[in-house]
Every structure is written in structure tokens, then in C-alpha cells.
């Protein structure tokens, strides 16, 4: 079993859905961390986050320490929205842990 | 701005090669990170370099090998190509913490025919 777990792989909605990306990890974090990749491969930091919930315009992530889960909300999606969400988690030793990312295509 | 560099987008080269991928940041940061990013398997840790001539074997070192002589620049070896080895690259740097972020560069696709 992976240390990260994504759900779903893949995803397609139509433009302006909510769109939730799931992450659940089962080691000890000192952070997670959540990166977009588009087409081409370059990658962006969207949040880092130990606890409790951050927003960037239509984006939010939330964390349930306890639970051991993350969610990577989009609000409003937009075609330009489409790409490989990856959640990443720090664990106590200072070594990083990829879940295997989530594919979102949105239609227009 | 912060940014991390790579010195190909692509790349192509032969069975047997030996291979230079290069890395640079310009952020002063000491730790430095190589991956490869397969479909199906994410992101893997090759090596990673806390500073500078230092360097520690990720999880999949074999068949490649590192060179930290600058802060700034972190060099990826592939001794003897192998079409095994086809695959994406991606370098990254951070601040030492646990919480700092990862940055990564936008990655090099190397074709090994």
C-alpha cells in the first residue's frame, strides 16, 4: 500500500463545477504539500500546509491531522484548471513522499 | 522571482551516452533535489545534495550518479545511458526547514534510443 494515496486518478467535469481532489496519507507529517503540473511538466507549489485550511482565489486546501487527510478544493472550474494535481507529504525523517496525482481535465 | 532552472527541455541521446543533466537555482538554497517521473509511478527520488559537495542516495540511485561543487548548481550523471532510463527529470531546491517548499525546474524529457 502507498504511503499517499490520491482519489480519484482521473477526473473530467464540465466548466464551472466544484471539484474536490482527495489525498489520505498513513505516516507521521510535518507538512503536505500540494503541486500542479500542466501539460509540458513544469510544476508549481500551490499550498503548503501543516494545519486547518488555506485559500488562493478559487482554490482551497484543508488538512485533517487526526484523520490523515487533505482535500484540494476548485471552485468555479475553468479549462485552464486541467492538469495533474499531486499531493506530497513531508514525513518526520525530512523525506518527501508523492501520491501519484490526479489527472482533471475540464471541458468547456 | 524564484526560479530554478534545467539546461534542456529535451533531450536525445544514444544507448551507452554518458549524460549530463545540469540544474540551477538562484534562491541560495542549500538543499537539492533529483527526480524521474514515470506514468503510473510519480515522482521518485534519485539523489538529493543538503549542500554544497554533499550528496545522498535516494530511493532509486542506480545508474546515475551527482556533483554538487557550486551551491547553486546540481548536476545529474547518467554514466552508461540505457533506454531504461527514458524518462522525465525534474530538479528541485529547497530551504532547509520543515516546512519550506519545494521549487521545482521545469523538468527535462530524456529520449534514450
Known amino acids: 500500500k502507498n504511503e499517499v494515496e490520491q482519489s480519484p486518478q482521473n477526473l473530467t467535469a464540465q466548466e464551472g463545477e466544484f471539484i474536490t481532489i482527495n489525498c489520505s496519507y498513513s505516516?507521521?507529517?510535518?507538512?503536505l504539500h500540494w503541486l500542479q503540473q500542466h501539460p509540458g511538466g513544469g510544476i508549481v507549489s500551490l499550498f503548503m500546509?501543516?494545519?486547518g485550511k488555506k485559500k488562493h482565489g478559487r482554490l482551497i486546501a484543508t488538512i485533517n491531522i487526526q484523520e490523515k487527510h487533505s482535500s484540494l478544493h476548485i471552485t468555479a472550474s475553468h479549462p485552464r484548471d486541467s492538469a495533474v494535481y499531486i499531493c506530497?507529504?513531508?514525513?518526520?525523517?525530512?523525506?518527501?513522499?508523492f501520491g501519484k496525482g490526479t489527472r482533471l481535465h475540464i471541458l468547456p | 522571482d524564484v526560479k530554478v532552472t534545467q539546461s534542456s527541455r529535451y533531450l536525445v541521446k544514444r544507448t551507452g551516452e554518458k549524460v549530463f543533466l545540469e540544474c540551477v537555482q538562484d534562491?541560495?538554497?542549500?538543499?537539492m533535489f533529483w527526480y524521474r517521473q514515470d506514468p503510473g509511478l510519480g515522482l521518485r527520488l534519485i539523489y538529493f545534495?543538503?549542500?554544497?559537495?554533499?550528496?545522498e542516495k535516494g530511493d532509486i540511485p542506480e545508474g546515475y550518479s551527482v556533483s554538487r561543487e557550486k551551491k547553486e548548481r546540481f548536476s545529474l550523471i547518467l554514466e552508461s545511458a540505457s533506454t531504461n532510463q527514458t524518462s522525465m527529470y525534474l530538479c528541485?531546491?529547497?530551504?532547509?526547514?520543515?516546512?519550506?517548499?519545494?521549487?521545482f525546474g521545469p523538468g527535462t524529457r530524456l529520449t534514450v534510443t
Open positions: 545534495s543538503y549542500d554544497v559537495k554533499m550528496k
Open positions: 505516516v507521521g507529517i510535518s507538512a
Open positions: 506530497a507529504v513531508w514525513n518526520r525523517d525530512d523525506k518527501i513522499i
Open positions: 500546509l501543516s494545519s
Open positions: 528541485a531546491s529547497r530551504r532547509p526547514g520543515t516546512v519550506y517548499e519545494q521549487y
Open positions: 534562491m541560495d538554497h542549500e538543499n
